[in-house]
């Protein structure tokens, strides 16, 4: 099992990103967390792994778009009209296993598998 999280760097606000996870050897739901200096992890945005249910906090719904490539193996977080307070450490996380392909878990304790780090920095 390998995660390998990329695509971070340093933006102006309003810019656009796009994250890539690369999830080798899994068929699972993958999800995005953040953790902004000084605060806790916290959810993002997460599709299951028949890629049919998403969910997306409210800071970030609307703005980001979660996807998966999986020919590539590969989940993308598309983030548009940044802002300031998107600066954080992005990371990719491969949930528990589930009989159900519609499995889209929030919560960081339904997660098998971290990836490192992307950093993300946005000035205003």
């Known amino acids: 099992v390998q995660l390998q999280a990329s695509g971070g760097g340093l933006a102006q606000a309003g810019d656009s990103l796009r994250l890539s996870c690369i999830a080798f050897?899994?068929?699972?739901?993958i999800g995005w967390f953040r953790q902004a200096p000084g605060r806790e992890r916290e959810f993002v945005a997460v599709l299951s792994r028949g890629g049919g249910r998403t969910s997306y906090s409210d800071s970030v719904k609307g703005r980001f778009t979660i996807s998966r490539d999986n020919a590539e193996s590969t989940v993308f977080l598309q983030m548009n009209n940044l802002k300031p307070e998107d600066t954080a450490v992005y990371y990719c996380?491969?949930?528990?296993?589930?009989?159900?392909?519609?499995?889209?878990?929030?919560?960081?304790?339904?997660?098998?598998?971290w990836g490192q780090g992307t950093l993300v920095t946005i000035s205003s």
């Open positions: 050897g899994l068929n699972r739901a």
């Open positions: 996380a491969a949930a528990n296993p589930s009989a159900s392909s519609a499995y889209a878990p929030v919560q960081q304790t339904s997660y098998a598998y």
